[in-house]
């Protein structure tokens, strides 16, 4: 069975505040952060890949970052793209338009800024590990699994991955 999860900077929930404190598995603050400065697609993978985390990418950014792998991975052995760092296939979604489909292109201008990710069939671990990477240019980060009725705030390093896990997942 697999599942997945979207990553969004908390800044961006004004409008689903509430709803968002109703899923959350922490209290939030009492109000949403301000934005931040707009985020290139190319600097998302750059900081995912430093978070050593590994997966591919759509829509396609530029042809060194466009499939992440970890740093000590050796050349030719795919077992080092699964496990704990395992983001598997990794949305890089530039729009914000609620409620309208959008068919996203095949390249994105490494320019382009990143609104939210969503990551398929993610590693739980790999997820949070992803959500603390962006936090130095989104600020406190939401990690939703794909029903949107459990989410956590990640607003820097997680110390204890299980226990985040198992409290973001209600394990």
């Known amino acids: 069975m697999g599942w997945g999860a979207t990553l969004l900077p908390l800044s961006g929930m004004g409008d689903a505040w509430e709803w968002l404190a109703e899923c959350a598995v922490d209290p939030l603050p009492e109000a949403p952060p301000p934005p931040g400065a707009p985020v290139g697609a190319a600097d998302?993978?750059?900081?995912?890949?430093?978070?050593?985390?590994?997966?591919?990418?759509?829509?396609?950014?530029?042809?060194?970052?466009?499939?992440?792998?970890?740093?000590?991975?050796?050349?030719?052995?795919?077992?080092?793209?699964?496990g704990e760092t395992a983001l598997t296939c990794v949305f890089l979604i530039d729009h914000t338009e609620p409620g309208e489909y959008h068919r996203p292109p095949e390249r994105l201008d490494p320019g382009t800024p990143v609104v939210a990710i969503g990551l398929d069939k993610p590693h739980p671990h790999?997820?949070?590990?992803?959500?603390?990477?962006?936090?130095?240019?989104?600020?406190?980060?939401?990690?939703?699994?794909?029903?949107?009725?459990?989410?956590?705030?990640?607003?820097?390093?997680?110390?204890d991955l299980a226990a985040a896990t198992d409290r973001w997942l209600d394990h």
């Open 126 to 159: 790999a997820a949070l590990r992803a959500a603390a990477a962006l936090v130095p240019v989104w600020g406190p980060t939401v990690a939703m699994e794909d029903s949107g009725c459990r989410s956590i705030v990640v607003d820097g390093p997680i110390g």
């Open 44 to 82: 998302v993978l750059r900081l995912l890949r430093a978070a050593g985390l590994s997966g591919s990418t759509s829509p396609l950014v530029d042809d060194a970052l466009d499939h992440l792998r970890r740093d000590d991975a050796e050349d030719g052995d795919e077992d080092d793209a699964w």
